[in-house]
């Protein structure tokens, strides 16, 4: 399994983009890279997943350059709700486990 | 998108007890579901791969007979903790994945055991 390597925190402020990134040297060719949100006692969410170039969705971007050595979750316009941990994952398709590294713990203010 | 449910999201239990955790895929069939623990301020530990009608399969350093795992259908895996102390205390997570080559992976509400 490929290992993740994040900040282990960053702040922001409301309206703000944060942009997180995510290390991950050795990837495998079929591995996908996958982002997790987590807020205190529940369970992670996911937020986006990704291969490579970019992906786009309601909440966030994930830029993903043609190495895929690493990737960068974009998310626009923070507000308070989105201070939670941030798991970057990098995993195989199909029934595979998922093993999460430390995370990055957002702080929005006000 | 999919939802998994655990039961109960909240126990409190004596010492030398055991509790039964319950994970449920509502709208999928998850032939491999998986528990997780997570103490405060740490990351998530995957503790074991439930896969259902076969036997659990364990992470390095967690015990099979403290946490037996039982996945009997393919909506329902338990995780019981057996003869529970005040080190087991923690947060306790499922996930369970649609069956798919590039699917992600659906996470319970996490079960909070504190062990008195």
């Known amino acids: 399994l490929a290992k993740t390597t994040q900040p282990i925190s960053m702040d922001s402020y409301e309206g703000q983009e944060v942009n997180i990134t995510c290390s991950h040297n050795?990837?495998?060719?079929?591995?996908?890279i996958t982002w997790y949100q987590q807020f205190p006692s529940q369970g992670p969410r996911f937020i986006i997943q990704g291969y490579k170039t970019k992906v786009t969705n309601e909440v966030a971007s994930l830029f993903i350059p043609a190495d895929r050595k690493s990737s960068t979750l974009s998310l626009p316009r923070v507000s308070l709700s989105d201070t939670a941990v941030y798991y970057c994952l990098v995993r195989k398709t199909g029934g595979f486990k998922t093993i999460f590294g430390a995370g990055t713990r957002l702080f929005v203010k006000a | 998108g999919a939802v998994v449910s655990q039961h109960p999201s909240r126990v409190i239990c004596k010492s030398g007890t055991s509790v039964k955790i319950e994970c449920r895929s509502l709208d999928f069939q998850a032939t491999t579901m998986f528990w997780y623990r997570q103490f405060p301020k740490q990351s998530l530990m995957l503790m074991a791969t439930s896969n259902e009608g076969s036997k659990a399969t364990y992470e390095q350093g967690v015990e099979k007979d403290k946490f037996l795992i039982n996945h009997a259908s393919l909506t329902l895996s338990t995780l019981t903790v057996t003869s529970a102390h005040p080190e087991d205390s923690s947060f306790y997570i499922c996930?369970?994945?649609?069956?798919?080559?590039?699917?992600?992976?659906?996470f319970g509400q996490g079960t909070r055991l504190t062990v008195v």
């Open positions: 996930s369970a994945r649609t069956q798919g080559s590039n699917t992600e992976a659906f």
């Open positions: 050795n990837i495998a060719t079929n591995d996908y």
